[in-house]
């Protein structure tokens, strides 16, 4: 087994982040630490700093976003978890050899970390897991 992995945020599938601003910046007092349109993913980021983890709000950009079709079916509501690991491309070996099914079986650039990669949610009961390696410093 490899290093452990530890959540680093929860990811929100929105309509409107301007919207839900008002909850969690305005009513929860959670600080943004940044919000970023990120065109090459079809998605509006918010971060919010939530003391032990930071909250992620996505909103879609295009009607074809992977998030507009997850609010499509299921609505906005809990969207992913993302877990940083230490070494990404070992990570997704491993789970290979697991048998889970990788939807990124190459990491691909993040909003907010230097590489991610995601599970299948069919192997981790409909829960769709990230997994993120920061950048080096
Ligand atoms: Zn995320």
């Not at 992995?5 to 599938?13: D, F, P």
């Not at 992977?66 to 491309?89: C, Y």
Request: hydrophobic share 40%; glycine share 6%.
């Amino acid at each position: 087994m490899g290093s452990v992995m530890r959540l680093e945020h929860i990811g929100i599938a929105v309509k409107s982040i301007e919207e839900h601003l008002m909850i969690w910046r305005d009513v929860f007092g959670f600080r943004v630490e940044m919000i970023r349109e990120i065109p090459e993913q079809k998605v509006k980021v918010a971060m919010l700093d939530a003391g032990t983890l930071t909250i992620e709000l996505l909103e879609p950009l295009t009607t074809d976003s992977t998030i507009q079709k997850f609010i499509e079916r299921r609505g906005e509501g809990l969207h992913h978890l993302s877990f940083e690991v230490d070494d990404i491309e070992k990570k997704i070996e491993e789970f290979k050899n697991q048998n889970l099914k990788m939807i990124d079986e190459v990491p691909r650039k993040g909003a907010h970390a230097s590489k991610i990669a995601f599970i299948h949610p069919s192997s981790v009961g409909s829960v769709l897991i990230e997994l993120s390696q920061k950048d080096k410093k």
